[in-house]
């Protein structure tokens, strides 16, 4: 039986400084998400009723109506999750922001893969995406931290689960490099031969249990793809 992510969970940002904001829509639209930026709170509640979103990206400190006044327009409109961008030494705001109904809070400046993890889990607490993912024989539960092919546990490392997780969620689609480096480990500025040696052994493991399932897009990168005959 072959899984998937179903309609995929809407995140809006909110930030003002247009090099985050854009690398945040991004790197949430690598993970699968559908994501919406926005640099500042003018018309929001229009945004809410209209764009829906599963989860809110929210900068405290923005032009006009600061994040903790929106926090509140969120917490009024809607049942969103919502996640704030706070400064290193803003441990006021932070605690401020948990009391107002902040569901989690990430602290500038951040790698762009732990606040797309932080998302996943608030929007999975909130039963807005499934824990478990499926392709073919493959099993990967993210609440669980295991994955399994054909009833085998995969002994996987804590970044080849994390690089596995973010292959299936974009199954089908060739991946880059850069992109996956982003994603798994944070940061793009860093030797590429570093993705290729984890891949490897993420697909010694996988084929020690059935047959290719990553595959080599020459000059591209990367890309997960069903056995054929199995869903995916």
């Given at each position: 039986?072959?899984?998937?992510?179903?309609?995929?969970?809407?995140?809006?940002?909110?930030?003002?400084?247009?090099?985050?904001?854009?690398?945040?829509?991004?790197?949430?639209?690598?993970?699968?998400?559908?994501?919406?930026g926005r640099g500042d709170g003018e018309g929001l509640e229009e945004l809410l009723d209209?764009?829906?979103?599963?989860?809110?990206?929210?900068?405290?400190?923005?032009?006009?109506?600061?994040?903790?006044?929106?926090?509140?327009?969120?917490?009024?409109?809607?049942?969103?999750?919502?996640?704030?961008?706070?400064?290193?030494?803003?441990?006021?705001?932070?605690?401020?922001?948990?009391?107002?109904?902040?569901?989690?809070?990430?602290?500038?400046?951040?790698?762009?893969?732990?606040?797309?993890?932080?998302?996943?889990?608030?929007?999975?607490?909130?039963?807005?995406?499934?824990?478990?993912?499926?392709?073919?024989?493959?099993?990967?539960?993210?609440?669980?931290?295991?994955?399994?092919?054909?009833?085998?546990?995969?002994?996987?490392?804590?970044?080849?689960?994390?690089?596995?997780?973010?292959?299936?969620?974009?199954?089908?689609?060739?991946?880059?490099?850069?992109?996956?480096?982003?994603?798994?480990?944070?940061?793009?500025?860093?030797?590429?031969?570093?993705?290729?040696?984890?891949?490897?052994?993420?697909?010694?493991?996988?084929?020690?249990?059935?047959?290719?399932?990553?595959?080599?897009?020459?000059?591209?990168?990367?890309?997960?793809?069903?056995?054929?005959?199995?869903?995916?």
């Amino acid at each position: 039986m072959g899984g998937t992510w179903g309609t995929a969970a809407r995140v809006l940002v909110v930030e003002d400084e247009t090099a985050i904001r854009e690398s945040v829509v991004e790197a949430l639209e690598d993970a699968g998400f559908r994501a919406l930026g926005r640099g500042d709170g003018e018309g929001l509640e229009e945004l809410l009723d209209g764009f829906r979103p599963d989860l809110v990206v929210l900068d405290v400190m923005l032009p006009g109506r600061d994040g903790f006044r929106l926090l509140g327009v969120v917490r009024e409109r809607s049942d969103a999750g919502l996640v704030l961008l706070t400064a290193r030494d803003a441990l006021a705001d932070r605690l401020h922001g948990l009391d107002g109904g902040a569901d989690d809070y990430v602290v500038k400046p951040f790698l762009l893969a732990e606040l797309v993890s932080r998302v996943r889990a608030v929007l999975r607490r909130r039963g807005r995406v499934p824990t478990a993912m499926t392709v073919g024989d493959l099993v990967v539960d993210d609440e669980a931290g295991t994955a399994t092919r054909g009833g085998a546990v995969l002994e996987l490392t804590a970044t080849e689960l994390r690089l596995l997780r973010y292959l299936v969620e974009q199954r089908g689609r060739t991946v880059t490099k850069n992109q996956i480096l982003t994603q798994v480990w944070g940061y793009d500025a860093y030797d590429p031969n570093l993705v290729e040696v984890h891949v490897s052994a993420l697909r010694r493991k996988l084929e020690a249990h059935g047959p290719r399932l990553v595959h080599t897009v020459r000059g591209l990168g990367y890309a997960l793809r069903p056995v054929a005959g199995e869903s995916a």
